[in-house]
């Protein structure tokens, strides 16, 4: 199991509300390349986000920035990371094992409730989630500026992926 599979069934495992995005998500939608990070939106209800952070803790991961991850259950707080330290995520590592690695998305438009409408269901290894669309994967990526070497990758991969059905 790898180390994108394990932090997956962690999170399903503690019932976290999460849609799954970013590098993993376009490593299973059949684009070729390494990603190191697990990115996700999450629902940012109280009680999800404790099951988040219970989960966190139980993996050993912990926040990279000096922030207590409680406090990001605050859409204020949420704001003002975006805002004054131009976070696009909230990260979480395993200072033991670095490619364990769990980024959260804080920007509105990575939002959960963003996100949503553009989900589907798949299941991988025995476990079931919430995986962004192929096509909304495309749109993110092309809303990317100015875009990385990968993220042109992943564009031209994702654009013959929906092209080819």
């Known amino acids: 199991m790898g180390p994108h599979t394990k932090i997956l069934k962690e999170l399903v495992a503690g019932g976290v509300d999460f849609i ?16 190191m990070d697990v990115d996700v939106a999450i629902y940012m209800d109280p009680m999800n986000w404790d099951r988040l952070i219970q989960v966190m803790n139980k993996m050993g991961l912990v926040p990279r920035a000096p ?5 990001l259950a605050d859409p ?41 409408p553009h989900v589907q269901w798949m299941e991988v290894g025995g476990i079931r989630f919430q995986i962004i ?16 070497p990968k993220d042109l990758l992943d564009i031209a991969a994702l654009e013959a992926k929906i092209k080819a059905g």
Request: some cysteine.
């Open 67 to 71: 922030v207590r991850p409680e406090t």
């Open 20 to 35: 799954l995005a970013g590098g993993v998500a376009c490593v299973l939608h059949g684009v070729e390349r390494v990603t």
């Open 133 to 148: 669309s192929p096509d909304r994967l495309l749109a993110l990526k092309k809303a990317i500026q100015p875009p990385r």
């Open 76 to 116: 204020k707080v949420r704001q003002a990371m975006v805002e004054e330290k131009q976070a696009l995520v909230f990260t979480f590592v395993n200072p033991d094992e670095p490619i364990l690695q769990l980024d959260v998305f804080l920007r509105p438009e990575l939002s959960y409730e963003s996100l949503k």
